[in-house]
């Protein structure tokens, strides 16, 4: 993939990992009857993505309180005095300004410490790890990533092949320099890139000073997230797949292989079973959490991951490796190693 940026890290470890999944549910069966559609036309979106229900965020939450509730249980009383930061991956945040990252600081009473979002779709979280991972090796002791969409409900204006691919959630890390815990995850490279020619393919046209809001793009549906090709969509996502899989590993000098498990972003199912005929991966080395969880944009991936690490999919000694892309068009790709049992 043109563009790559690979960067290799030493020492740095996703020590602890939560999840925040909203416990009311949407089946796509259910979203079908409020849109007006019949039982075939249900049907046909579940045939064409897989999804068979999504996680909703009740009507009082917003991201912030999807996000702090991911992080709650990485929080411990020694962490405060060595805590230096806090990233938030979102495109859908509580407020078009400010962030919403300070918001969650000083609800979980966290000190004083830089806090801010960080805007790459659905390749946030990856962008997130990178970041945090520059930060521990100039000299932070411990940083907080999140990543968190609170997306159902900007979805009404939206069209129907659009609003059955997405749900509401949020997913959380702590990286340290630390030796590893149980369950640790070191993080040995990542690679990103983007390309801007891909900018309006998935994106809400209005609401920023490009086209700021008024009633003439309220009326409109402007602000509802738009695919303007769906179908080419599916194909430069399932391409974007492949080749970052192809350039990340060349680049580290492995092949596909190597790695235990593929944990990629959750577009739809129909795009990740093409992925892994393309790349000849069996079903069993790949992380599908979309037909149930649906697409929680930057947070899939953190979701899956957290899900397999906890579902005992990893082993000490697997490589794993995270492939996301996303509207912008952004991409990230990252590569974690559990670390082997140490010899008695």
Do not use: W
Request: a neutral charge; aromatic letters at 2%; proline letters at 8%.
């Amino acid at each position: 993939m043109n563009g790559l940026k690979l960067t290799r890290f030493d020492d740095v470890f996703l020590q602890k990992t939560s999840v925040h999944i909203p416990t009311a549910r949407l089946s796509t069966d259910a979203l079908a009857a409020e849109l007006g559609l019949d039982a075939h036309a249900a049907a046909e979106l579940v045939r064409l993505t897989g999804v068979i229900s999504r996680p909703v965020a009740p009507p009082e939450h917003a991201t912030s309180d999807l996000v702090a509730a991911a992080l709650a249980p990485l929080l411990a009383p020694e962490l405060a005095a060595r805590l230096d930061r806090l990233v938030v991956a979102t495109v859908t945040p509580d407020h078009p300004s400010p962030a919403t990252a300070p918001l969650v600081q000083h609800r979980l009473g966290l000190p004083h410490l830089p806090a801010f979002d960080l805007s790459a779709a659905c390749a946030g979280f990856v962008y997130a790890l990178d970041l945090a991972a520059r930060a521990l090796v100039t000299g932070d002791r411990a940083v907080l990533v999140a990543a968190g969409e609170c997306r159902v409900r900007t979805l009404d204006r939206a069209a129907p092949g659009v609003r059955v691919l997405f749900s509401d959630g949020a997913a959380a890390a702590l990286l340290t320099r630390d030796p590893p815990a149980p369950g640790a995850l070191r993080l040995v490279a990542t690679g990103l890139t983007a390309d801007g020619s891909g900018h309006d393919a998935i994106r809400v046209a209005a609401g920023g000073s490009r086209l700021p809001t008024s009633e003439a793009t309220v009326a409109a549906g402007l602000h509802a997230l738009a695919m303007s090709d769906g179908p080419h969509v599916f194909m430069k996502a399932t391409e974007a797949f492949v080749q970052l899989a192809d350039a990340f590993l060349g680049a580290l000098s492995l092949s596909l292989p190597e790695i235990a498990l593929v944990v990629p972003h959750q577009p739809n199912v129909r795009i990740l079973e093409r992925v892994a005929r393309l790349l000849r991966l069996p079903r069993e080395r790949l992380v599908v959490t979309c037909d149930t969880l649906g697409n929680t944009g930057g947070a899939s991936t953190a979701i899956a991951l957290h899900l397999a690490l906890t579902q005992g999919r990893i082993a000490p000694g697997d490589k794993v490796l995270i492939l996301t892309a996303g509207a912008g068009y952004t991409a990230g790709a990252a590569l974690l190693e559990a670390p082997p049992h140490e010899a008695p």
